[in-house]
């Protein structure tokens, strides 16, 4: 479901999920820590990187778009679609490495759960 260097996701509607160096610079200002562990750490994002990692994907189409509001229209996306935060990571992930970042290096494994009982401080 990817649309060119994007990827497709239907919260509140349709959107599209996209980073670039940008959205990346601007995650790592908000969440306070550098990326540079990111292919590591994929698959063991805390409650409030993964709310901010959908708010950097997403800002180029919105950028009324806040890390509160992406909140609810997560909130909106588990309760009312049925479907659950993991699903929702995938589809950053495959975004993430469309643009090239996030790819894991040669023997690295990409199976580790999210992480379900931390957040990372705001």
Known sequence: MAEGRSVL?????????????????????????????????LDRLGLN????????????????????????????????????VVALAAKMKEALELAGYGKPKAGESTAAPLATGSATPN
């Not at 189409?61 to 909130?75: F, N, S, Y």
């Open 9 to 41: 996701v239907t919260l509140d509607k349709e959107r599209h999920l996209r980073y670039n160096f940008n959205a990346l610079a601007d995650l790592e200002q908000v969440l306070g820590f550098s990326l540079a562990s990111l292919p590591q750490q």
């Open 49 to 84: 990187t993964v709310r901010c990692f959908l708010w950097a994907g997403l800002k180029h189409e919105d950028a009324t778009l806040t890390p509160a509001r992406v909140g609810d229209l997560i909130q909106t996306y588990v309760v009312e679609q049925g479907s659950d």
